[in-house]
């Protein structure tokens, strides 16, 4: 959806891929991610938190890890995913 988001910045809106187009989508797009990825985070931390509560075997590492994978995600959206279509499209002008 992200790279949807620049798609759209530079067909429709015409703007060039280069570096500012790059800071106004991720500007754009900020706040919905990470209101996405805080709300899901608020909701697994007393799982994430209580690792040494009995019967929580699986489900504690579980959260921890789709934390991890929160983080990671937000980071790949705003920040990677971008950086390597610019790259792309300026290996294709």
């Not at 500007?27 to 919905?32: C, G, I």
Request: net charge negative.
């Amino acid at each position: 959806m992200q790279l949807a988001h620049y798609e759209h910045l530079v067909n429709q809106e015409g703007a060039e891929w280069n570096r500012e187009t790059i800071v106004r989508g991720a500007n754009e797009r900020l706040v919905p991610i990470l209101m996405t990825a805080i709300v899901t985070a608020l909701g697994l931390a007393p799982l994430a938190f209580g690792l040494n509560r009995p019967g929580q075997e699986i489900g504690g590492p579980m959260a921890v890890t789709v934390l991890g994978g929160l983080v990671s995600s937000t980071l790949l959206n705003l920040i990677v995913l971008p950086v390597m279509r610019s790259v792309s499209a300026v290996g294709l002008s």
